[in-house]
């Protein structure tokens, strides 16, 4: 069915990306993401709160790779419980979760979530922040900001400052300034096909392309307010290559003290990144990248990878 809505382009697209399988591919975007929530420390112990929603009868297992993770195993409209209006749960993407979990931030450390509305990471960098350090959550558009100070707010989160700044001009005023820095970054988001079946029908090559020189920009700026050592996760819930290691593959020629680390999250399924696109070679670093299609776990795709700052 939902073949009928792509477009030759992205068929013969996918068909090129050596270590997806285009069949699995077509069948977990035909079939609803699991929902997964976050249980939030900041307002209760989570025991407590699970045990809440064992009481309501709510079936759920834990999301191995991710602290205070769940994903629920029976059908149910989390939204729509007192404890999702209070706080104390926050409706999340599994792998969504994975970018934070491989960013992991401290406790006292100054973070920047460079592209932050909703709120889903800030959130969850901030529970994990447990109160102490300071997080800048950071969207241009201030409608979305809307629904990132709400979030903040119902989660019970003080330890944030919320600006509406292009992420572009952060090394004018923030050079050399973050422990961390977060850019989930706006992308094609062919990884939540199953969210929005029109994301297929809408997409072109030539908005990969663009979206990439806007990625590259937020990239490149998000390193140049690292600290030296600090480390920098950039994130993407797209499949393109253009949109993913491309873009990193820049940043490395671009800033030579910009390095790869592996990221080790127990039990997510992934492909290595690749290293060559289209005849070209690309950084073997790149291999320590996570490509992660919707089918290996049931869930969102993602791209994820994490970058230090050398001195």
């Not at 090129?16 to 209760?44: A, Q």
């Not at 602290?67 to 993407?93: A, N, P, V």
């Amino acid at each position: 069915m939902i073949e009928s809505f792509m477009k030759d382009e992205l068929r013969d697209y996918l068909a090129r990306i050596p270590s997806l399988e285009y069949d699995l591919l077509i069948d977990s975007w035909s079939r609803p993401l699991p929902e997964g929530f976050r249980v939030n420390t900041l307002k209760l112990p989570e025991e407590y709160i699970l045990e809440r929603l064992r009481k309501k009868n709510i079936l759920f297992r834990k999301i191995p790779w991710a602290r205070y993770g769940y994903i629920l195993e029976e059908e149910f409209e989390l939204s729509t419980t007192i404890e999702h209006m209070l706080g104390l749960i926050y409706l999340q993407g599994p792998v969504s979760m994975a970018s934070v979990e491989a960013l992991d931030p401290r406790p006292g450390e100054i973070i920047l979530d460079m592209c932050a509305a909703p709120g889903s990471k800030s959130t969850q960098i901030s529970q994990i922040l447990q109160g102490r350090g300071v997080l800048i959550a950071n969207d241009p558009v201030i409608d979305r900001c809307k629904a990132l100070s709400s979030n903040l707010q119902r989660l019970g989160v003080y330890n944030v400052v919320v600006t509406t700044l292009d992420g572009r001009v952060f090394p004018k005023i923030a050079r050399e300034f973050f422990d961390r820095v977060l850019v989930d970054a706006p992308c094609s988001s062919l990884g939540i096909v199953s969210k929005d079946w029109s994301v297929v029908k809408n997409w072109s090559i030539h908005n990969v392309i663009r979206l990439s020189r806007l990625q590259f920009q937020l990239l490149r700026a998000a390193f140049d307010c690292l600290k030296l050592g600090g480390t920098l996760v950039y994130s993407t819930c797209t499949l393109t290559v253009e949109e993913n290691e491309l873009v990193v593959h820049k940043l490395l020629r671009s800033r030579s003290n910009a390095y790869i680390e592996e990221i080790k999250l127990n039990g997510l399924r992934y492909e290595e990144g690749l290293t060559e696109w289209n005849n070209m070679k690309l950084s073997d670093e790149l291999s320590k990248s996570l490509r992660i299609y919707p089918y290996h776990n049931n869930a969102e795709g993602f791209y994820i990878v994490k970058i230090r700052k050398g001195g």
